[in-house]
């Protein structure tokens, strides 16, 4: 997406956010950590398990829910950098307008009342905006590993903020196809 309505300076401050954060120490970033056994699913987690192929993920994430406001634990949300919080916040508030737009785009191409996408994943009220930020730090033996292996997203929207390091890739009609990094977009 192009002229998707989010400024661009916004989008540098989370990206600079989150690679902040993942130049923490272990021992700060472990301060957010998740606990996926007591099905704590939001915070920091590192990733390093083979999957079906026999390849390692190679990946340090950082989820939690930005949207609604109201519904958010902040608790887990990283005081370094000290942006992190405001300029997520922001972003969070740009995608959920965004959102809207895309929903409305594809309601009234389907031949559906604008609204009616929305409506059907919770419209104003209960639309939950999660966000994942990916860091794949360089890989000793990158012959062995991938980034994150191959998945389905679960949500009804994913939007990616990328940081034009090729490596996104889509199934699409049987094939691998590396997404294109296009300054300034957000990938849908």
């Not at 990206?15 to 056994?37: H, P, T």
């Not at 079906?52 to 340090?60: H, I, V, Y």
């Not at 300029?87 to 604008?114: N, Q």
Request: net charge negative; proline share 5%.
């Amino acid at each position: 997406l192009i002229n998707h309505g989010i400024p661009v300076d916004l989008m540098e401050r989370v990206k600079k956010s989150g690679e902040e954060f993942f130049g923490l120490a272990v021992e700060e970033k472990e301060k957010y950590a998740n606990d996926q056994a007591a099905g704590k699913i939001q915070g920091y987690g590192s990733k390093l398990a083979n999957n079906a192929c026999g390849q390692l993920e190679w990946e340090d994430y950082f989820f939690h829910l930005v949207y609604p406001e109201d519904k958010r634990d902040l608790s887990i949300w990283p005081k370094t950098p000290t942006d992190y919080i405001e300029a997520t916040s922001e972003y969070a508030k740009c995608l959920r307008l965004l959102s809207t737009k895309v929903f409305k785009a594809l309601s009234i191409g389907l031949g559906l009342e604008p609204d009616r996408l929305e409506k059907e994943v919770g419209g104003l009220q209960e639309l939950l905006l999660q966000m994942k930020i990916n860091y794949c730090p360089k890989c000793p033996q990158p012959e062995l590993a991938l980034g994150v292996e191959a998945h389905t997203d679960v949500s009804a929207l994913t939007f990616i903020l990328h940081n034009m390091v090729p490596g996104l890739q889509l199934f699409y009609e049987g094939k691998w196809v590396t997404a294109k990094c296009v300054p300034d977009s957000i990938v849908m």
